[in-house]
């Protein structure tokens, strides 16, 4: 992208490429230092730094917006390993603070209360890179084209159930596949359809692939999630709520790390998945009220 | 010759789509078996600390030291390199200690210091592209280590003997110039299974049809002049 300005062009490789090295990894929510020491001594490839997971999130209701700089840069301070942080969809002031604080990763978050309705951030306009949440591929190109350099699927925050980042995950790459049988003229219908610029419908129609790592979120809990998200398609996996509201948060963490690496070797798979205390409890997304999705915030 | 990419995490596809450009024969490797079946290894980039968690629980580090005692090449990227680094600082770390370098890690800083630059190196004429990824620092190389290229004053690409450490990404760049290296390097150490010297001058072969001629001032030496102990 921006391959007429060579510094755009760097500049736009170098948050991919910081995306691309989080690849086979595990991304945990933490509230607190000592969580992220737990996350990085399991072995997280990153961390995200929040106030409250999601669960609680939902739980507690309110508004919930970027965390405390406090806790972020506490948390910058303790582990060597990246540190992501929320910003709320559209608040590109939270945005701009979160880079000044140089975080290195930003994910402009459904799981915060939604800033604007309409709008989402203007990601290029930041040298730190972004990743946003989407349910269907239209969702992901519209968010790469705002210059998202990673793509997670929304699933359904701090519900601990997997139904909702299957289903998301299974839409982009079918949409991805069904890309790559068209032919070219067809593409601008697709497009419009999408409603995705031409540009990056061709690329992923050309590659079969989103143009930025493809990561899964929202409901991960067990290591079995985590291989089976990977093996849809997933290249990486956050997990929000899943650890730290288990009974052995570290146990837990570095079972789901030995899973999403090993995800396509089921004996490894079972060795992680044994011993290893309760799961959190998890909510039947069915029985949710519409109004209370997390999933439905940002276009 | 089979070249194993560490695939625990990080970027080992970017490694593997450079392979591929250059006809190698790779394989993934995750298990200590996977490993026992290679002539030498690529160290991607990724997180050092998440990587070195799968080298000693799952008995990976073993495996790589007998790959190493057997003497195959190795080449590692920014965590690979950290990884490879006699001494790991800024938090300390274990590393399998294979070049014999002092490694300061994320010393550019965080992700907003992340850049792509181009400087000289003794592989070819052009300047090379290299993407620096909260990219370590080599602090210190020890006397048998021969410098590749520099920027900013700074060693980035060495050799230590048949090891080779890049603290930046060359598998993130269109240009195969390093990975070329590698793979002449790889072919040219003293083959650890008599059987397969024929297949590994083949691999030699790929690597100097595409210009290996500029690599004559740095030939790889068959033994190390590292002087220090194994582990």
């Not at chain 1, 591929?137 to 699933?155: Q, S």
């Not at chain 2, 968690?53 to 090449?73: I, M, P, Q, S, W």
């Amino acid at each position: 992208m921006d391959s007429s300005n060579g510094n755009a062009n760097n500049q736009w490789r170098v948050k991919v490429g910081l995306a691309e090295m989080l690849k086979g990894g595990v991304i945990m929510d933490v509230t607190t230092a000592e969580q992220a020491r737990i996350a990085e001594q399991a072995g997280a490839c990153a961390v995200m730094a929040l106030e409250r997971v999601p669960a609680d999130i939902r739980k507690e209701g309110g508004v919930a917006r970027m965390a405390s700089p406090r806790i972020i840069r506490e948390i910058m301070n303790t582990v060597s390993i990246p540190v992501m942080a929320k910003a709320r969809i559209g608040h590109f002031a939270e945005a701009q603070v979160l880079e000044a604080l140089e975080v290195d990763f930003i994910d402009e978050s459904e799981v915060l209360t939604p800033a604007d309705e309409e709008n989402h951030i203007w990601k290029h306009d930041f040298k730190v890179p972004f990743v946003c949440g989407a349910r269907n591929l239209g969702e992901a190109l519209r968010r790469i084209a705002e210059g998202a350099a990673m793509i997670r699927t929304k699933g359904e925050a701090g519900s601990g159930n997997i139904v909702e980042a299957v289903r998301h995950m299974r839409a982009i790459t079918s949409e991805m596949r069904r890309l790559t049988t068209l032919r070219g003229d067809e593409l601008v219908h697709a497009a419009k359809e999408l409603a995705a610029p031409l540009e990056l419908v061709r690329e992923v129609a050309q590659r079969g692939k989103l143009p930025v790592p493809n990561f899964s979120a929202g409901g991960i809990a067990t290591p079995a999630d985590a291989a089976l998200v990977r093996q849809l398609g997933a290249e990486a996996v956050f997990v929000g709520s899943g650890i730290f509201k288990s009974s052995d948060p570290d146990k837990r963490a570095r079972a789901i790390v030995k899973a999403a690496t090993h995800y396509e070797d089921a004996k490894a798979v079972l060795e992680a998945s044994e011993e290893l205390g309760e799961a959190m409890r998890g909510l039947d997304v069915r029985q949710l009220d519409p109004k209370e999705l997390l999933q439905t915030r940002g276009w | 010759m089979k070249i194993g990419i560490l695939a625990v995490q990080g970027d080992y596809e970017a490694h593997a789509r450079m392979l591929e450009r250059l006809g190698a024969d790779y394989v993934l490797v995750r298990t200590p078996e996977e490993a026992a079946q290679v002539e030498a290894m690529i160290l991607p980039g990724g997180e050092s600390t998440t990587m070195l968690k799968f080298l000693k629980g799952e008995g990976l580090e073993a495996a790589l030291r007998v790959l190493d005692a057997r003497g195959a090449a190795f080449f590692g990227t920014c965590a690979g390199a950290i990884l490879l680094a006699r001494e790991v600082r800024a938090p300390a770390q274990d590393s399998l200690g294979f070049a014999d370098l002092v490694i300061t890690r994320n010393a550019y800083g965080r992700q907003l210091a992340s850049e792509v630059r181009s400087a000289p190196s003794k592989l070819k004429a052009e300047p090379l592209e290299m993407v620096f990824i909260r990219a370590p620092w080599i602090e210190e190389i020890g006397p048998g280590v021969e410098v590749l290229a520099r920027e900013g004053g700074r060693p980035v690409l060495v050799r230590d003997g048949r090891i080779l450490v890049a603290t930046f990404h060359p598998e993130l760049t269109a240009d195969t110039t390093v990975h070329e290296y590698f793979l002449k390097l790889a072919a040219e150490r003293p083959s650890f299974v008599a059987s397969e010297s024929g297949r590994a001058s083949d691999s030699g072969r790929i690597a100097s049809d595409a210009g290996a001629s500029k690599f004559a001032s740095s030939q790889p030496s068959t033994t190390r002049p590292s002087p220090m102990p194994r582990r």
